[in-house]
């Protein structure tokens, strides 16, 4: 608290400094003098009289407000019963001030206290610590007990979905008041208040009872074996859905089930890495407060051992081999037909030098995938001592050759990003299904995404496991399309998927495949979106977005122009493109944006975001004269890393003549029409992370130095060896002109 205050005779006000309040509710000025106050809003508290708070907002305006629509932020006092009196004093004072000429402070002994409440021309009952919201699970005791204080004796009414069924007991002695509900139900979630009246009047309190259910275990859970020690579980949520699910387990030599995964959100998961041993397994589902029951068990059998290409040499007999209609590095391709169902089929055909291990990695990664967008297995069988894969063949064209197509036949502005957005979201839902399962296929270019009616993903020969560390690593794929820690030789993840996707997005764009080595940025403001370059052009490894909402990619690819019909912004904004927020979490981040009026009339404007919980706009709302410019503030506040070009800020403006005295906000009516629309994407930046790059840059440079210094070292080295080469060369000399004397001399 700024100050402690005290509290005059009628004729006198506050003084001293501001305390500090925050408003309950919206407050819209009725009176000249007044201002307007948006829910939570902070200001500073100037003087209180009256019945009327003049306060000081944050953006340097000051006016009036009544005092009922402020709470105080903090209360003075060094202990809980200092803080109390002061409480009761301020909700003395919201409707009248106390009629006293004498000094007493709100800090003040409880016995001077005392004796200012009784002539306090409100003596209705004052909630000193009113009711609370509470969240509770099911079947715990709750009690409600509300402080009251009151000059004169009081009776109290309860109310509540647990008082009208009867599954509460109220307990009240005329100076204290509590309800007890003994074991708590679903059904007594809501609303609860208390209402104490005496002689003078009423007051009540209210609080919401949230009440934490038991979810339903899962059903239908489904255990497919998928490799000698692999398997994969499906299963269905319960009526009641959990938040998270969790996967135990139990061996033939364990004496109890253990956990394996747990906060799943997802209703699948592969495990890998099973002993030889038969098994038992179970999920259930929880939320914050409670557990299911967990589901029927099922069984499964690791002691005995198979191979997915075990009854390959049978399943020969099954397929029958057409024309080669691909070629690879390490395969055929070929049409296939199932005779069985007289199904057509696509046959990859593995060259000889292909180990039983990769193929059955490969096969193990198919026998997994269940996706419209990916090929589906159908069997395995060999052919002339090679190993086949039979699967479903994809139909459509490589991705390139339809975008060249439809840019020969559209060539409109923005018409390809448009058709790049609906690409991009079949090849990132395939990425999302197979993420989800733990698998990261490494090898997307554009060679493997076929166009029909959607975008399929094909060819899984590099695909691998994430959770199988022993095969994780990089194979002889394209490298003009693969992640920076492919080149730094570090193992891959599913990020480096999304690099690759990044990667293939760039050439559909421009036409050339990037390379992380690119020294500039591209430019194209005229022909992509903000967003869409802001992707394109990022190489910080720690801003590119993760693939855990696929819609926030496809906002990204998104233009940010107008949506159709809105007008174009006649203002101009910096900055116009992109806003930049280098933060740290849990401390707020302030940056600025300009607002020019380059028209000739004094113009309104509004700045909307995109999550209010994260940002405060201030101002939201206000003017802007011609020729001049306004400063807006926003401050953001993270308690978790943001993610990338997922936000943005809509600035809005419209024409004002009005020069009556109306604030913005009355200028600014609900049916009010915009006249210009500009969208401006944010993109965050940690401090942390920022560190990192100096660190690895200096780093570089350090490296950079110990090169130059051995390239010292060795360049001396050969000097050395050219003056001990020069030395020797003259000492031959002189040996030879040595043995020439003597020879003379014999």
Request: glycine fraction near 6%; aromatic fraction near 8%; charge should be negative.
């Amino acid at each position: 608290m700024a100050c402690h205050r005290k509290i005059y005779s009628q004729e006198e006000k506050w003084s001293d400094l501001p305390l500090r309040g925050v408003a309950c509710c919206a407050y819209h000025h009725l009176r000249k003098g007044e201002v307007d106050l948006e829910p939570g809003e902070q200001v500073d508290i100037l003087e209180v009289f009256g019945g009327f708070s003049h306060v000081l907002k944050k953006n340097g305006q000051a006016g009036s407000v009544p005092s009922y629509f402020l709470e105080l932020v903090d209360i003075p006092g060094d202990t809980l019963a200092e803080q109390i009196e002061y409480r009761r004093m301020w909700h003395a004072i919201v409707d009248e001030v106390i009629p006293t000429d004498s000094p007493v402070t709100p800090l003040s002994s409880g016995e001077e206290i005392r004796a200012v409440v009784p002539i306090i021309p409100d003596g209705r009952p004052v909630f000193v610590i009113p009711l609370a919201d509470v969240n509770v699970c099911e079947g715990d005791r709750v009690v409600l007990r509300p402080e009251i204080s009151s000059t004169t004796p009081f009776t109290v009414t309860w109310r509540g979905p647990a008082v009208e069924a009867g599954r509460a007991e109220v307990k009240s002695d005329g100076e204290s008041t509590s309800l007890i509900i003994k074991k708590i139900t679903a059904l007594d979630y809501g609303p609860y208040s208390v209402v104490a009246k005496n002689d003078y009047g009423i007051a009540s309190s209210v609080s919401v009872v949230k009440v934490i259910t038991h979810p339903d275990p899962p059903v239908s859970l489904v255990c497919e074996r998928i490799g000698r020690n692999a398997l994969l579980l499906t299963w269905n949520p319960g009526f009641r859905k959990g938040l998270y699910y969790g996967v135990e387990f139990q061996s033939e030599d364990m004496g109890q089930y253990r956990c394996v995964a747990s906060a799943l959100r997802t209703t699948t998961i592969s495990l890998r890495h099973f002993r030889p041993v038969r098994y038992r397994i179970r999920v259930f589902s929880y939320n914050f407060g409670l557990r299911s029951r967990p589901s029927k068990e099922v069984e499964i059998d690791f002691s005995k051992r198979i191979s997915l290409l075990e009854n390959a040499a049978e399943l020969s007999k099954s397929v029958e081999l057409d024309e080669v209609c691909g070629r690879g590095r390490f395969c055929t391709a070929h049409d296939g037909t199932l005779l069985k169902t007289q199904r057509n089929v696509l046959v990859k055909m593995l060259l000889a030098e292909v180990s039983k291990t990769d193929v059955e990695r490969e096969v193990a990664v198919l026998s997994v995938i269940h996706h419209s967008s990916m090929p589906r297995l159908k069997g395995v069988f060999t052919s002339d001592g090679r190993y086949c894969i039979a699967m479903k063949k994809m139909p459509g064209v490589g991705i390139s050759a339809y975008v060249d197509e439809f840019v020969h036949m559209h060539d409109e502005s923005g018409e390809l990003e448009r058709l790049l957005r609906h690409l991009s979201s079949d090849i990132l839902g395939a990425l999302s299904y197979l993420h989800a399962r733990d698998i990261v296929h490494l090898d997307v270019k554009p060679s493997n995404l076929l166009v029909s009616d959607h975008v399929y993903l094909i060819d899984f020969g590099c695909a691998r496991f994430v959770d199988d560390e022993e095969a994780l690593a990089w194979t002889d794929s394209d490298k003009s399309y693969s992640a920076p820690e492919r080149i730094a030789g570090k193992p891959p993840s599913t990020a480096s998927d999304i690099w690759s996707f990044g990667a293939v997005l760039f050439e559909l764009c421009f036409g050339v495949a990037p390379h992380h080595m690119l020294p500039t940025l591209t430019t194209n403001p005229e022909q992509r979106s903000p967003a869409l370059l802001s992707f394109l052009n990022e190489k910080n490894p720690y801003l590119l977005p993760t693939l855990g909402n696929v819609t926030f990619v496809l906002e990204m690819t998104r233009p940010l122009g107008n949506k159709p019909g809105e007008p174009p912004f006649q203002l101009k904004v910096e900055p116009d493109t992109k806003l930049l927020f280098k933060y740290k979490l849990n401390e707020p981040c302030t940056i600025e944006m300009k607002i020019t009026n380059t028209t000739k009339d004094r113009q309104t404007f509004k700045v909307k975001c995109t999550d209010n919980d994260i940002f405060r706009v201030r101002p939201p709302l206000s003017f802007v004269k011609a020729d001049e410019t306004a400063v807006v503030k926003i401050v953001l506040t993270a308690k978790t890393p943001p993610e990338n070009n997922r936000h943005f800020f809509a600035v809005y403006h419209m024409k004002c003549l009005d020069d009556t005295g109306k604030t913005a906000r009355q200028v600014w009516t609900p049916d009010s029409k915009a006249e210009g629309v500009a969208r401006i994407i944010a993109v965050f930046e940690p401090v942390d992370a920022e560190k990192k790059e100096e660190k690895e840059g200096e780093k570089k440079e350090e490296e950079k130095k110990e090169e130059k210094k051995e390239e010292k070292k060795e360049e001396k080295k050969e000097e050395k060896k050219e003056e001990k080469k020069e030395e020797n060369k003259e000492e031959k000399k002189e040996e030879k002109k040595e043995e020439k004397k003597e020879e003379k001399k014999d």
